[in-house]
């Protein structure tokens, strides 16, 4: 197993205040990743869709940040904006855009109130999804969040990790997740054993979180022999 980004690399699933349901401001992120000697961060603030069900409000107009008006003015680390996108039912049909600009970088989470196909069916929505937009999406996000879990088995989480394997999709140990008791470990011990490419990601909401659950990501992994 590959990890795309080792502990002082940089984090790939952060949420922040300007676009979405983060408790700081993309600047503060970044402040932060400075402090954490990061290179390179991903804010993946969540798609559109996941905004409205919410009913929360963007900050600023996307198009500040796609056009490039934002700038880091802090520090060296280098700022990739994405989006969490989801996963929206059996089909495999997901919202990827935020405010209709759709960012390169795509993680793609499923979450309870987003999906409204049939949950004993989200193994084809992921296989769907895979097929259809597999070349865009960079992460499959937390695929052993407890959300799901009792509507996959252990053979599913092979299968769907094969499948993103085949079309260059990396999966994710979901930090936040894990240290919130929001993963199913059975789970995540399957996907750790089959996967080739692995994101180590802080899903930050807080900096309490993005200054410290990719630590205890990784002490998982060196405890469960995976690295
Ligand atoms: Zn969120
Ligand atoms: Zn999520």
Redesign the pocket.
């Known amino acids: 197993m590959k990890i795309i980004n080792d502990n002082t690399y940089g984090d790939y699933h952060i949420h922040s205040s300007t676009l979405s349901d983060g408790l700081n401001s993309i600047d503060e992120m970044v402040i932060q990743a400075g402090r954490l000697n990061y290179k390179e961060i991903a804010i993946t603030d969540h798609n559109q869709e996941y905004l409205n069900t919410y009913n929360f409000k963007a900050n600023t107009h996307y198009s500040i940040i796609s056009s490039r008006r934002w700038k880091n003015i802090h520090n060296d680390v280098q700022v990739i904006f994405g989006v ?1 996108a989801d996963l929206l039912n059996e089909n495999g049909d997901i919202c990827d855009h935020i405010q209709n600009i759709t960012p390169e970088f795509i993680i793609l ?1 499923a ?1 309870q109130k987003m999906y409204s196909g049939d949950r004993r069916s989200i193994k084809n929505g992921y296989l769907n999804a895979i097929n259809r937009y597999g070349s865009k999406i960079k992460i499959l ?2 695929l052993c969040s407890q959300q799901f879990s009792d509507y996959l088995n252990e053979k599913d989480i092979i299968e769907i990790v094969s499948a993103a394997g085949r079309a260059g999709i990396s999966l994710e140990l979901n930090c936040a997740n894990l240290v919130n008791d929001k993963t199913c470990m059975a789970h995540l011990k399957t996907l750790l054993s089959c996967c080739k490419s692995l994101y180590v990601n802080s ?1 930050a909401h807080t900096l309490y979180e993005f200054i410290n659950v990719r630590d205890k990501g990784f002490n998982y992994l060196k405890l469960n022999n995976f690295i």
């Open positions: 969490e989470s979450h996000g937390h899903d």
